[in-house]
């Protein structure tokens, strides 16, 4: 079955870090067009981290100079190393391939 799985999130105090990984569940090739959103209560889902077609990363503006989007293509992973994170981190942050979505894993970040 073709996935992707989530992992690494959880409660964290402002300022804290947390690391999320995204494991694919078939074998990726490479990394472009790969990468993580999220989602606040009421709000749409926005782009966090993601390595665009080239495989380049980029970045949403609110997270530019706190997070950073790695990868390991031989174990079919992506990381999302957040640090600095405020309360509007909060969300569910969502793994994403190419039209395919994981089932998300939740930050929360408590002032």
């Known amino acids: 079955q073709v996935r992707l799985v989530e992992s690494g999130g959880g409660l964290v105090q402002a300022g804290g870090s947390l690391r999320l990984s995204c494991v694919a569940s078939?074998?990726?090739?490479?990394?472009?067009?790969m990468g993580w959103y999220r989602q606040a209560p009421g709000k749409q889902r926005e782009l966090v981290a993601s390595?665009?077609?080239?495989?380049?990363?980029e970045y949403g503006d609110s997270v530019k100079g706190r997070f950073t989007i790695s990868s390991d293509a031989s174990s079919n992973t992506i990381y999302l190393e957040m640090n600095n994170l405020k309360p509007e981190d909060t969300g569910v942050y969502y793994c994403?391939?190419?039209?395919?979505w994981g089932q998300g894993t939740q930050v929360t970040v408590s002032s």
């Open positions: 994403h391939r190419l039209g395919l």
């Open positions: 078939w074998n990726i090739g490479s990394i472009n067009d």
């Open positions: 390595f665009d077609v080239a495989a380049w990363p």
